[in-house]
């Protein structure tokens, strides 16, 4: 199955800086979405972006997708330490039928230092 | 509060046993998934529902199995069969269940092996 794959893996930046982490996928997709996972927690939802869309805000997170290089980009504006997480970029693809599933990409860990 | 609810948070087992985790959502949503996620990657997707009482496998079901006799619970059993079964495991659920839309993702049970 196809599968997202992040970049870089792991990413550490001081607080206020900037934070860009990059997702590659093999073939066409519906949407890209962006989650987040704190250490040993549950994921949580950033964003979605729909295949004809080519970016998209939502607070300090700017998502860009470009269908023609099967990637995306996530960027974190003026870092937290409280941004410290994995972040994992999930794409679709129907199985056939009415059926709808998403498969995740290993993640890049980020690290914010105070 | 409406969410997803995951039992045990730790679950320790015995080679040869089957244990059973439990998921439970009051979000009224369609869909549950189960995935296995292991130490630095990403989520791989063991089993989905669409609805009650039908579900499908996913990427990694040998050694799982699962039911879904009522909306809200998506109990997953793991069985002896299963080779190497200490892991994270998450839950999700999504509203629909053939559009693209987010997933809402439980706290985790972590299962060891002893």
């Known amino acids: 199955s196809q599968q997202g794959e992040e970049d870089p893996q792991a990413l550490s930046i001081q607080e206020g800086e900037n934070a860009t982490m990059n997702c590659s996928y093999k073939?066409?997709?519906?949407?890209l979405q962006w989650y987040r996972q704190n250490s040993g927690r549950g994921l949580v939802h950033l964003i979605l972006?729909?295949?004809?869309?080519r970016e998209k805000h939502s607070g300090r997170l700017r998502v860009t997708l470009d269908t023609s290089k099967k990637s995306s980009s996530l960027l974190i504006t003026a870092s937290r330490a409280a941004d410290t997480a994995s972040y994992f970029c999930?794409?679709?693809?129907?199985?056939?039928?009415?059926?709808?599933?998403?498969?995740f990409g290993k993640g890049t860990l980020l690290t914010v230092n105070p | 509060d409406g969410g997803i609810t995951q039992s045990p948070k730790y679950l320790f087992r015995k080679e040869g046993q089957n244990v059973t985790l439990s998921c439970e959502q009051n979000?009224?949503?369609?869909?549950m998934y189960w995935y296995r996620q292991d130490p630095g990657q990403g989520l791989r997707l063991i089993y989905y529902?669409?609805?009650?009482?039908?579900?499908q496998k996913g990427d990694i079901a040998e050694g799982y199995s699962v039911s879904r006799e009522k909306k809200e619970s998506f109990p997953l059993t793991v069985t002896s069969a299963q080779k190497n079964p200490t892991a994270f495991y998450l839950c999700?659920?999504?509203?629909?269940?053939?559009?693209?839309?987010?997933?809402?993702f439980g706290p985790g049970t972590r299962l060891t092996v002893l």
């Open positions: 999700a659920s999504s509203r629909l269940r053939d559009l693209p839309n987010e997933q809402f």
């Open positions: 073939t066409s997709i519906n949407n």
């Open positions: 972006i729909r295949s004809n869309e």
């Open positions: 999930a794409t679709d693809y129907n199985s056939g039928g009415s059926n709808y599933k998403l498969t």
């Open positions: 979000l009224n949503h369609d869909a």
């Open positions: 529902s669409q609805i009650v009482n039908d579900f």
